[in-house]
């Protein structure tokens, strides 16, 4: 075999992915919402009133995990949509206080994040995205 097993990339960026998604479910826990949710809040923050389908362009989520995640979301009134063939996704005035209440435990989080990488770490990862995608 050319390569030993512990030496699949896949495996190692699921594993790394697993370690920060962990943090992430900790930090949420209280806010009884998923990181994947989060994503999606935050993109609709920045995108506004969109298509359903933009969201997965944007988040690289299969179409699935944003039409399962929109329900979710829906269903706690954090967001709304429309009922067109494509429906349009909106924060709702409870999304946007939910996330106002999120914002300040997620920069935590993303300060400590940052500062165990630190500037290579994050280099290197930002270096690997581009590489990959």
Do not use: H
Request: proline residues 2%; hydrophobic residues 40%; neutral net charge.
């Amino acid at each position: 075999m050319k390569f030993d097993v512990t030496q699949c990339i896949g495996n190692r960026l699921r594993c790394l992915s697993r370690i920060v998604d962990n943090e992430f479910r900790i930090m949420l826990k209280d806010f009884d919402i998923t990181e994947s949710q989060l994503s999606i809040l935050f993109a609709l923050s920045k995108l506004g009133k969109t298509e359903q389908g933009k969201i997965g362009e944007t988040l690289f989520l299969e179409r699935s995990t944003v039409s399962r995640n929109i329900k979710l979301l829906e269903n706690r009134g954090v967001v709304s949509r429309t009922m067109a063939y494509r429906p349009e996704i909106e924060m709702t005035k409870q999304g946007e206080v939910l996330l106002r209440q999120i914002l300040p435990i997620w920069e935590s989080l993303m300060t400590n994040l940052c500062d165990t990488l630190g500037e290579e770490g994050l280099s290197g990862l930002k270096t690997l995205e581009q590489r990959l995608n």
